[in-house]
């Protein structure tokens, strides 16, 4: 019988295990998912998390609800950053190409949450599936000068039954057929959609004026009380916050996967190297930081990184010092970063939108995700309707940005332009892959516990900067249809040097070609025999949709093909 | 996920308190929680308090609404800059509820008479990381073991850390007012502070106004947001749980909260246009950004 729930500090599951199938590094939204798996199918497992955690009894077999440790507290988890990377002690460093010099920035650049959960904790949840069109991009369009467009290895089709049974699991709300251009589905979503936001109800009324076809978003979020999580109350603070109810299903499966007692998750863990054997095909361990900072290690049968685009690769380059990298015989380690260049229309408006209600994003359109080589039309992407839903946020631009004081400043913070009466149009374009576009090892910068950090060059290609000047007016025009007194497009990446895009995609590229790819049609390294890919790194495009739903339909794929590589597809819904 | 970030807007610029009403009983939060726990520790001395005081009266007055000085913004600085003398660093507050609110009454979704404990004030431990990274903050990169690593890297930064920002920020504000003391500088009129306060280091400015937002509007655990009346006055709801914003009836489907509405707009909330100041910087920014005014 399974020691659960666990006694041991900074151990979540059964602190007994010492034997392990697979070594997974990263609780987040792909290694919860693929622990899930291989968990309910009896292997064991053990989990690396370089955060903490803060739900309290998520191993708990005892019938009720982990308590998160989450509340509407924007200090916390906004401002002092609480399930953050702290680039003051753990920096990284960007520049926009190799001729500006070894970088041009060192401080916080993309990061993602440290935290058991991941960055499925702070995220809204958003959960459209991509598109057909998107797995052949590279057959679609051709020769893009510049980029590095490429077909994955694996169709729609393929990953659909994946897609079905992650929404299943997660608990997706959302309604087959309200989105004219999504592709086909096998079944309708398991939860309805939940209310929509004042603001979706205004933006909407403008898209609908213009010719689009607004609705309400798919996402992880429970519109009903589903497979023991409560419905969710539209507390407010949602995305950026983890859920102090537990309606988000941010750490569904990963509870799951502890529930089996096949699986010991190590949290305050941080993983620091993958050791191989001689022959250099083969990891034997993983070396780690304990939450004291010590060294330790880890051993199982088969390791799955899961750490994050960026962090998966610093990972592999960590573990080949003064080599190519881990895993790296194509020289594509590190290379095609993506993220989403979100194109930002604000417009400003005299209706008092109280985004600090709803669930920070509750629609948009699809749209703007246009069609492959039709100039009119180009390839952008899905479009949000966001509010802001911050005050200490709100307020920062009028006593910080603009240095106001006094009555000017008062007025600013009573109209609230740019908070509570901002209606926002945001713009997930599609990033095409650029192979200069990549993560590798910053050559002087460390981090406090002395490991090289990052260091991300990007710029973007023409191919997203043209889909943003189409559908830029556009959106100034929506929201004029709206009802706004002001829209403009913000500037890109909000006037700052590096993209904000959350969404770290690519580095680790799938595809049936060793020469050009670094991970195969199953997240496993065509170099590395036990070493597999399940967070966003393997993507060989980028689509035009938030990626988590299908990052985590790979992952399932991936364990699925783990357990049984004839029917990965059969052994992926098991309970627990 | 889509979050509105401050830094979307860096480009776009051209870029004596009066006494207050008390407000009604908020229930959770009231001062006998607080009172159950040791005092939290405090870093300025009462000269530098008043000085903070006094710049921070100028840069957000009192008037109709609430001002640094009404909401006791500073008390939320003057606890963070001494938060690890306290027994348990008082830096992120526990949850996931502060009792502010009530649980739903299962039945209607409505309000019950129920609140649950203030878990805010229950705050949480630190871990290696986090606690390193706070020193850093607080103390300055030289406090901790490889805290200046990356020292001699081109573009590195190393801090003094904040509470030294603070101590020399108060000293280097009198010295541009051209004051010996706390007491001439209160004295001063807010535009002759003001005018001070540009003159000391940008890092000490930058920190002051940084630190008056959060306590402006933060949850009242922390010090500042006295009374709530930051968030009351500036209309912001504050934390909802766990009564949240929809509510189930009893056939099951989610519904409005009649007194705080989540999809239609909140007649207390009405549209209005902006004040004439506000409309103009608006404008402005709007046009030079390649926008457009609509009316």
Redesign the interface.
């Known amino acids: 019988m399974a020691n659960l729930p666990s006694t041991t500090a900074n151990v979540l599951g059964d602190s007994s295990l010492d034997r392990f199938d697979a070594v997974i590094i990263g609780s987040g939204a792909g290694g919860g998912t693929a622990a899930r798996v291989l968990a309910t199918n009896g292997l064991k497992v053990c989990i690396l998390e370089a955060?903490?955690n803060?739900f309290l009894g998520l191993d708990d077999p005892a019938p009720g609800m982990p308590?998160?440790?989450?509340?509407?507290?924007?200090?916390?988890l906004g401002?002092?950053g609480?399930i953050e990377q702290?680039a003051?002690?753990?920096?990284r460093?960007f520049r926009a190409s190799a001729d500006r010099g070894?970088?041009?920035?060192?401080g916080a650049v993309n990061s993602l949450p440290?935290t058991v959960g991941g960055a499925a904790v702070?995220?809204?949840?958003?959960c459209p599936r991509f598109n057909d069109v998107d797995f052949r991009l590279g057959t679609e369009l051709g020769d893009v000068p510049g980029a590095s467009f490429a077909d994955w290895p694996l169709t729609y089709d393929e990953l659909e039954p994946f897609y079905a049974t992650m929404e299943r699991l997660e608990g997706v709300q959302g309604m087959a057929g309200a989105d004219p251009f999504a592709s086909p589905r096998s079944g309708d979503y398991p939860l309805p959609p939940?209310?929509?936001?004042?603001v979706h109800?205004v933006l909407a009324a403008g898209a609908g004026a213009v010719g689009l076809n607004p609705f309400a978003l798919p996402a992880a979020r429970n519109?009903?009380p589903y497979r023991g999580r409560p419905?969710?109350?539209?507390?407010?603070l949602c995305?950026?916050y983890g859920c102090?109810?537990n309606a988000k299903g941010s750490v569904a499966l990963l509870r799951d996967a502890l529930l089996t007692g096949n699986v010991q998750l190590r949290t305050?863990s941080i993983a620091t190297r993958l050791r191989t054997d001689a022959s250099g095909r083969r990891v034997v361990a993983v070396e780690y930081l304990d939450?004291?900072?010590n060294r330790a290690e880890v051993s199982g049968d088969r390791y799955i990184l899961a750490a994050s685009a960026i962090e998966s690769a610093r990972l592999c380059l960590m573990s080949d010092p003064g080599g190519p990298g881990l895993g790296n015989s194509s020289g594509q380690l590190g290379r095609n970063l993506m993220f989403h260049h979100q194109t930002?229309c604000?417009g400003?408006?005299?209706?008092?939108f109280?985004g600090?209600?709803?669930r920070?994003?509750t629609g948009g359109f699809t749209d703007f995700r246009g069609v492959p080589n039709d100039p009119a039309r180009p390839l952008g992407g899905i479009v949000?309707f966001?509010?802001?839903?911050?005050?200490?946020?709100?307020?920062?631009?009028y006593?910080?940005?603009?240095?106001f004081?006094?009555?000017?400043?008062?007025?600013?913070?009573?109209?609230?332009?740019?908070?509570?009466?901002?209606g926002?149009l945001?713009m997930q374009g599609e990033d095409a892959p650029q192979s200069t576009n990549r993560v590798d090892l910053d050559p002087?910068?460390?981090?406090?516990?002395?490991l090289p950090v990052p260091r991300i060059t990007y710029q973007p290609h023409a191919f997203e900067l043209a889909a943003r000047e189409v559908y830029g007016p556009k959106m100034?025009e929506l929201?004029?249809a709206a009802?706004?007194?002001?829209?403009?497009?913000?500037?890109i990446f909000?006037?700052?040097q590096t993209p904000?895009s959350?969404h770290i995609l690519g580095t680790l590229r799938m595809g049936d070609d060793p020469r050009t790819s670094v991970t195969d049609r199953f997240g496993r390294f065509h170099d590395v025999e036990n070493l597999y890919s399940a967070d966003g790194a393997p993507m060989a495009t980028s689509s035009g949709y938030?990626p988590t739903i299908t990052l985590q339909a790979l992952a399932l794929r991936t364990a699925g093909a783990i357990v049984d590589p004839q029917r990965p597809e059969a052994v992926v819904e098991r309970e627990v | 996920?889509?979050?509105?970030?401050?830094?979307?807007?860096?480009?776009?610029?051209g870029?004596s308190g009066a006494t207050l009403a008390p407000v009604s009983f908020v229930p959770g939060c009231s001062d006998a929680d607080l009172d159950t726990a040791a005092p939290p520790a405090k870093f300025f001395t009462p000269e530098e308090r008043q000085v903070i005081e006094e710049v921070a009266s100028?840069?957000?007055?009192e008037?109709a609404?609430v001002?640094a000085f009404g909401a006791d913004a500073v008390e939320l600085i003057d606890r963070f800059l001494a938060a690890f003398d306290n027994e348990r660093p008082l830096?992120?507050?526990?949850?996931?509820?502060?009792g502010r609110q009530a649980y739903?009454d299962p039945a209607t979704g409505m309000p019950s008479d129920e609140f649950p404990p203030n878990?805010?004030l229950e705050f949480?431990p630190l871990?290696?990381?986090?606690e390193?990274?706070l020193r850093?903050?607080l103390y300055g990169?030289s406090s901790?073991?490889?805290?200046d690593?990356?020292a001699g890297?081109?573009?590195?930064?190393t801090?003094p850390g904040l509470r030294a920002i603070y101590r020399d920020g108060v000293a280097s504000l009198l010295t541009a007012a051209g004051v010996a003391s706390a007491e001439e500088f209160a004295a001063l009129a807010?535009a002759d502070q003001?005018a001070a306060l540009g003159r000391t280091p940008s890092e000490f400015?930058?920190a002051l106004?940084?630190n008056?937002?959060?306590g402006?509007?933060?949850?009242p655990e922390?010090g500042g947001n006295r009374d709530l009346r930051?968030?009351i006055d500036?209309?912001?709801?504050?934390?909802?749980?766990?009564?949240?914003?929809?509510?189930?009836g009893t056939d099951?489907l989610?519904y409005?909260r009649p007194d705080?509405?989540?999809?239609?707009?909140?007649p207390n909330?009405?549209?209005?246009?902006?004040?004439p100041?506000?409309?103009s910087?608006?404008?402005t920014?709007?046009l030079a950004?390649?926008?457009?005014?609509?009316?």
């Open positions: 955060g903490t803060y308590i998160p440790l989450f509340s509407n507290d924007e200090l916390k401002a002092r609480l702290q003051l002690i753990e920096p460093t070894d970088r041009e920035l060192i440290k702070h995220a809204d949840m958003q939940g209310p929509t936001m004042y109800q519109s009903r419905a969710c109350n539209d507390c407010g995305s950026m102090p109810i305050n939450p004291e900072g930002i604000v400003i408006y005299q209706q008092d109280h600090e209600r709803g920070s994003v949000e966001g509010a802001n839903s911050e005050k200490i946020t709100d307020s920062l631009i006593l910080l940005d603009f240095s004081s006094g009555t000017q400043l008062k007025a600013f913070l009573h109209d609230s332009p740019l908070g509570s009466r901002l926002a945001i002087a910068v460390r981090d406090i516990n002395g100034v929201h004029g009802g706004a007194q002001f829209a403009l497009v913000a500037p909000e006037g700052a904000a959350r938030n | 996920m889509f979050r509105i970030t401050r830094r979307r807007f860096l480009e776009l610029a870029a100028a840069i957000i007055p008037d609404t001002g830096i992120y507050g526990g949850g996931p509820f502060s739903p878990a805010f949480l871990t290696r990381m986090q390193l990274s850093v903050q990169s901790v073991p490889n805290g690593i990356n890297v081109p573009g590195a930064t801090t807010d003001l400015q930058r106004r940084e008056l937002a959060e402006m509007f933060s949850a922390y930051g968030w500036y209309h912001w709801d504050g934390d909802s749980q766990p009564l949240g914003y929809t509510y189930f099951g989610p409005d705080r509405p989540n999809q239609v707009e909140d909330r009405p549209a209005r246009p902006f004040s100041g506000v409309e910087f608006v404008n920014i709007t950004q390649g926008g457009k005014r609509f009316f």
